[in-house]
Structures are given as structure tokens and as C-alpha cells.
């Protein structure tokens, strides 16, 4: 019998139930994947607590991310075939991922190649890919530019500043800890702030003569982000990749203005990787770099998946560095 997490209100991490479920062959368009391992991700405990609202009647999956294997297909699907090694991301279109077997739409998978296992691919593929549009799509960086890089020893925090040493950035990375601050360093933060006790803006103006970084990734949300606009060089891009403090509270735009006409976005990477052939693109260019070794993809966290209430507790309670899977 198959096995999923599922939850049936929103809430801390002891409403996720392990449960056996029934799994049926695919629908058209649809695949039946046997699943080896699955992601941890931020986003996960959105649904789970209702920040990103979702209709609860018969309960619900968890989950948007896991690589596995093809064992069946539905009618009409040409992407993947029986014997695929694929990943996958998404959002409602892949939610119920916390299983160890499940039909999904052929749609979001990926194959993987072969330099790429699994568990890498269910530890990097949203949050890869995250840091593949955050580093190639936002902002057309050039070598020399600076970046401000909050939870920088986060799942997406390591890959991000690996990749943005490869463009040749500066990086400035905030962390709570002096052991993730050295574990920032090591993946390439120039300069380590700990936002735990340190004034964020004015240690970015010391570092930068004043000027301010070129953009700031701001995953954090309520408690950075006035922070990271104070951080930001005139015309600087404020990216709010996501809030992991809370959400943040309404303003005004004249404050833009105010603070040196700054731009502002709150990106999803569901829209950078809706059309295929930029997800193909982007993805291309992720598993070069993983493959090749250039960028690393840190397991620091490996659950079974009957521990998903612990690893939701270990995650929102900021024990985790680097990316947390379940081993399936
Ligand atoms: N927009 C997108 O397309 C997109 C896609 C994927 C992920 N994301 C976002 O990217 C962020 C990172 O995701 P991830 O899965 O890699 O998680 P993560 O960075 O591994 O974990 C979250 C980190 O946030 C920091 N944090 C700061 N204040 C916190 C608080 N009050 N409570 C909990 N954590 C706090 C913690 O690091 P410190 O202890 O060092 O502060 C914590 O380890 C999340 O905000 C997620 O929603 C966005």
C-alpha cells in the first residue's frame, strides 16, 4: 500500500497524518510515479498553515517537489515514458508530493540526466530552479555588481551564492548563527552579517562605501524588509523571494520614491518556468552546473517520510542549513 502525508485543516506541523492511500492508474495526461525522494521546501508550511490558501473539504497532499521513476502512463502523454528518471516542481498542479507513490500530470516532470541523482534532484529542483531564474532572469547582473542575500545558508541562500560567484558578484549574506555564518562563507558569502544582533542597512553602507548593494533576495519577509530597502544602492531591485517571518505589511509606494527610486518585485517561480522551453533553459543550465560539480547541493536534513511533523517543527524553527529531503 502507498503511503502520503496529508492534512485536512491548516495549522502547526501536528496536523500533516501519515496515512495509506490508494494510488489507481493514471487518467490521460496523467503519469503513476514511483517516488525515491521528495522536498522539504518553505513554501510546503504555506499550505500547511494557510498562507497560501487551499480547498481543504477531503483533505489535501503535501508537498510540490520529488524525483522518482516512471511506472505507468495515461493516455496522450508524450514527455516521459515507463523507466523515465524524472523531477518535478510546482505548485496545486504538483501538491500531494509527501508519498511514496502518486499519478501526477505529465506536464511539470523533468527527465533527469544522468549525472543528477536523486536526491540531489528532489533537494535543488524548486529550489534550483529558484536560484536559476532569481541569478538569470531578474536582473541582468554583471561582474562587479553586489547583492544582499538573506537566510544565505538557507536551501536556496547556498545555491544562490554559489551561483552568483560564478557571475562574479559580491555577496553579502545574512544569517542567524555564527555556525551558518560560517557555513555561508563556505559556499561563497564575501561578507557575513548576523541579523540576529547586527543592524543590517548599516553594515551593507559600511561594507559598500556607502552606496548600497545592487539588488537584495529577501526571503525573509516581515522582520528584514525594511532593512533590506535601506540597503539598496539608487534604483536597486528589491526582491521579495519570500516571507518566512510573516508577511509584510502593507505600505505605500511613495516610499520607493522616498528611499531612492527603488523597483520592487515578488516573483513566483511558477511563472518562470511556465513556458517550457525557459524552464528547459533554466533547468539546463542548473543541472550543468550541479553536474559539473561548480555548484553544490548541500543534504543537511534526511527524514523517512512518517517525520514530516518533525521536519516541519525543524525547519520553522530555524535548525535547518542547507536543504532538508525525505528519503523515501
Ligand atoms: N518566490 C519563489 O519563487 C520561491 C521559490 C522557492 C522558495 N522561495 C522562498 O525562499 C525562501 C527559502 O526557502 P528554503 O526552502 O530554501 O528555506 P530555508 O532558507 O532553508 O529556510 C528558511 C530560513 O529562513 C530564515 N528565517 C529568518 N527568519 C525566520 C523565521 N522567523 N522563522 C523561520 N525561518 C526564518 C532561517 O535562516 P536563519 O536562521 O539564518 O535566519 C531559515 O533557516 C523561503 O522564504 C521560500 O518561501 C521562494
Not at 483533505?59 to 508524450?78: D, F, I
Not at 521579495?240 to 520614491?257: E, H, K, Q, Y
Amino acid at each position: 500500500m502507498a503511503k502520503a502525508i496529508r492534512f485536512y485543516e491548516t495549522g502547526g506541523p501536528e496536523v500533516l497524518r501519515y496515512e495509506d492511500v490508494e494510488v489507481g492508474d493514471p487518467g490521460p495526461g496523467q503519469v503513476r510515479l514511483r517516488q525515491v525522494a521528495v522536498g522539504l521546501n518553505y513554501a510546503d508550511t504555506y499550505f500547511r498553515n494557510g498562507t497560501y490558501p487551499i480547498p481543504l473539504g477531503n483533505g489535501s497532499g503535501m508537498g510540490v517537489e520529488a524525483a522518482g521513476v516512471v511506472q505507468a502512463v495515461g493516455e496522450g502523454v508524450t514527455n516521459v515514458q515507463v523507466g523515465d528518471r524524472v523531477t518535478y516542481t510546482g505548485f496545486l498542479n504538483t501538491l500531494g508530493a509527501y508519498s511514496t507513490e502518486r499519478l501526477i500530470p505529465a506536464a511539470p516532470l523533468i527527465k533527469l540526466p544522468e549525472t543528477i541523482g536523486f536526491e540531489t534532484a528532489a533537494a535543488m529542483t524548486m529550489r534550483g530552479l529558484t536560484s536559476s531564474y532569481l541569478m538569470r532572469r531578474i536582473y541582468d547582473f554583471k561582474p562587479g555588481d553586489s547583492i544582499l542575500l538573506h537566510a544565505a545558508a538557507g536551501g536556496v541562500g547556498l545555491i544562490v551564492s554559489q551561483w552568483a560567484k560564478l557571475l562574479g558578484l559580491t555577496v553579502i549574506g545574512t544569517v542567524s548563527t555564527e555556525t551558518k555564518g560560517e557555513i555561508a562563507r563556505a559556499h561563497g558569502c564575501d561578507h557575513v552579517i548576523n541579523y540576529s544582533h547586527e543592524d543590517v542597512a548599516q553594515r551593507v553602507r559600511e561594507l559598500t562605501d556607502g552606496v548600497g548593494v545592487n539588488v537584495v533576495f529577501d526571503s525573509v519577509g516581515k522582520n528584514t524588509f525594511m532593512g533590506s530597502l535601506d540597503s539598496l544602492k539608487r534604483r536597486g531591485l528589491m526582491v521579495c523571494v519570500g516571507t518566512a517571518s510573516g508577511p509584510i505589511p502593507a505600505f505605500d509606494p511613495v516610499m520607493l520614491a522616498m528611499k531612492g527610486s527603488l523597483f520592487l518585485t515578488r516573483p513566483a517561480l511558477a511563472d518562470y518556468i511556465a513556458d517550457p522551453a525557459e524552464k528547459a533553459a533554466l533547468a539546463g543550465e542548473l543541472f550543468d552546473h550541479v553536474g559539473s560539480g561548480r555548484i553544490k547541493i548541500e543534504i543537511n536534513q534526511h527524514y523517512a517520510l512518517q517525520d514530516a511533523v518533525q521536519a516541519h517543527r525543524d525547519l520553522e524553527s530555524r535548525k535547518t542549513t542547507g536543504s532538508s529531503i525525505f528519503v523515501i
